[in-house]
């Protein structure tokens, strides 16, 4: 099984940036530690703070991988084009979020990208991808 994970902007300073809402531990530690827990997962990591980028990332493995796992960050929120991308691809998608964006400001509360998206995971930390792995990971069952 091929998942890829995509990180938008500013989730490659999770451990630094605002602790009280993402923790202290980085990203990529988890995410190491993440792809060491499915040996028999075949793990793609991406991270962008640029729209486009996420983009061609989204195009480049959704119709290799069996399922993306995508935390677009602020783009979440306003990005169409990524949301066009995810319904270009075969790869099922999954939205995820490390904090409750329902319980955040009012402008986090609406998600371009969900209806593109098989399910949404949020408010979980960072265990949020692991949920995801597992969803998709079930899918396949």
């Known amino acids: 099984m091929k998942i890829s994970i995509i990180n938008g902007p500013n989730l490659n300073l999770v451990g630094v940036r605002e602790p009280e809402i993402y923790g202290h531990q980085s ?3 988890y995410l190491d530690a993440l792809v060491k827990k499915y040996p028999g997962v ?3 990591l991406f991270q962008s703070n640029h ?3 996420i983009i061609d990332e989204i195009q480049r493995v959704g119709f290799d991988c069996d ?3 995508l935390n677009a960050g602020a783009y979440t929120h306003y990005s169409i084009a990524i949301a066009d ?3 270009a691809v075969t790869a099922p998608a999954i939205e995820v979020h490390i904090s409750d964006v329902q319980a955040r400001e009012s402008y986090r509360h609406v ?3 969900k209806d593109a998206c098989v399910t ?3 408010g979980y930390g960072l ?3 692991r949920r995801a792995v597992d969803y998709l990971i079930n899918m396949k069952r």
Do not use: K, N, P, W
Request: aromatic residues 8%; without cysteine.
């Open 85 to 87: 991308a995810l319904r």
């Open 67 to 69: 399922g993306i796992v």
């Open 120 to 122: 949404v995971i949020a």
């Open 27 to 29: 990203l990529a530690q």
């Open 42 to 44: 075949d793990f793609d």
């Open 111 to 113: 998600s371009m990208i």
């Open 127 to 129: 265990d949020s991808y």
């Open 51 to 53: 729209e486009g980028a």
